[in-house]
């Protein structure tokens, strides 16, 4: 025990001889780490964004659908009993909410022009602006109250394209469940703007139970239910256990990823993107180690050669050298942490603004983005780029280290 502490001790000594040295190694550690945590940080924090966003655009983290309903999604694809089913789904534990909807396609028309898009049936007692982005994007008006409300919402560029605005009329035409055409008329009671031009130009939200009774529905059905959970990463468990909880007979229970694949696609390959430039900075980082710790090494390589032929082995060298590299990936990894929490908590709660940079608004596969960059970190995340950059550290030191084990001695000795 004693021999491992004299070990410690004179590694330690070792590298407080050359204190600049040792910080500037140490801060080159202490960069790449914080350079790891801001790019894990934003990432997750973008990618998080995106999910819930997505999330409240319909689908929730989770969806209870009719088997099939996402590989050709038509009305006649209806889930039965979808009070009875969402009651279960919140007694069955571990989620926020969940929320009825129904889509559907249809025309919208003014005497002037026709456009495209999607009906969204909602159900404004259960529906609210923490589940559903519309709801939160609007800035005209106000959200209808109930099936006897004349009103409809839409988006900010379809009014445009119609010509519309508040207490205007217009008429939706779409195909029920019986394959008949149906046409409604609705006054626009309020319109959101989220940014994106593809979802406010092609979007109304209308109550759930007058769509329900155009598309000739029975009172219960409904083309899903989305679920919403706290933390997006346990979306394929808790999508696995409502499905055993549920037990539902032509229904099916999705993660966000199966739902919404494009979105998960466009992640995946960012992701990757982000890891390969993490790598590229950690060579970067573990480079300026290696050549710092080599040239420690050859400076001291008459040294090393008296202590090989007084005695000392190869093999505790070598642990000598290796040890020296174990205490600048500690030390720089305290220093990075230092810097980090005051960071992480700066980028955390207050971020850097971008709206001055992108005013028109920006988003990702059809999903707004928050024009912010922010940072999120999950302790796994932290806990896995702490043992990489510390693992680097030490990587880096094995060639210096196997340099001075092979230092031969009687030649060192005589060119003193």
């Known amino acids: 025990m004693n021999g491992v502490a004299r070990h410690f001790t004179m590694a330690w000594r070792n590298i407080m001889r050359r204190k600049r040295r040792t910080l500037i190694t140490a801060a080159s550690v202490a960069s790449g780490f914080l350079i790891a945590l801001t790019f894990t940080g934003t990432a997750d924090w973008s990618y998080t964004n995106m999910i819930d966003t997505s999330a409240k655009m319909g689908y929730g983290h989770v969806t209870v659908s009719p088997e099939g309903y996402f590989e050709s999604p038509t009305v006649e694809k209806r889930i039965h009993g979808s009070a009875a089913i969402r009651d279960a789904v919140l007694r069955g534990g571990g989620v926020d909410d969940a929320v009825i ?8 028309a003014t005497a002037a022009k026709s456009v495209g898009g999607t009906l969204i049936g909602i159900d404004p007692a259960h529906d609210s602006a923490e589940r559903n982005v519309f709801i939160n994007a609007l800035n005209e008006g106000r959200l209808f109250t109930g099936a006897d409300d004349p009103e409809v919402v839409i988006g900010k560029k379809l009014a445009e394209k119609l010509n519309l605005r508040i207490g205007k009329k217009l008429v939706y035409t779409s195909a029920d469940v019986n394959g008949e055409i149906f046409s409604g008329m609705a006054r626009v009671g309020g319109i959101f703007r989220t940014g994106v031009d593809a979802v406010d130009g092609g979007v109304i939200l209308l109550p759930i139970d007058r769509l329900r ?5 029975d009172p219960q059905d409904a083309t899903l239910i989305a679920v919403f959970i706290g933390d997006q990463r346990r979306a394929p468990e808790t999508s696995g256990r409502l499905a055993a909880h549920l037990r539902l007979q032509g229904a099916e229970v999705l ?3 199966q739902t919404q694949a494009e979105l998960a696609g466009l992640i995946s390959i960012d992701r990757a993107i982000g890891v390969l430039f993490q790598f590229f900075v950690g060579l970067l980082v573990a480079a300026g180690i290696l050549d710092t710790t080599l040239m420690s090494v050859l400076e001291r390589k008459h040294e090393f050669g008296v202590m090989l032929a007084v005695g000392m082995a190869p093999k505790n060298l070598f642990l000598l050298v290796l040890t020296e590299s174990f205490y600048i990936g500690v030390l720089g990894l305290a220093i990075g942490g230092l810097i980090a929490i005051p960071w992480y908590w700066f980028m955390y709660h207050t971020g850097i603004d971008l709206r001055g940079y992108i005013p028109e608004g920006y988003d990702a596969g059809g999903v707004p983005m928050e024009l912010a960059l922010k940072m999120r970190l999950y302790w796994e995340r932290i ?6 950059v510390f693992l ?3 990587a880096a030191g094995l060639y ?3 340099k001075a ?6 030649e060192s000795i005589r060119n003193i």
């Open 101 to 108: 909807r129904i889509f559907g396609q249809g025309m919208f």
């Open 392 to 394: 680097l550290t030490l």
């Open 400 to 402: 210096p280290a196997w």
């Open 405 to 410: 084990s092979r230092i031969p001695p009687m």
């Open 383 to 388: 806990a896995a780029i702490t043992a990489g």
């Open 213 to 217: 009774h155009a598309l000739h529905y």
């Open 255 to 257: 993660p966000w990823r």
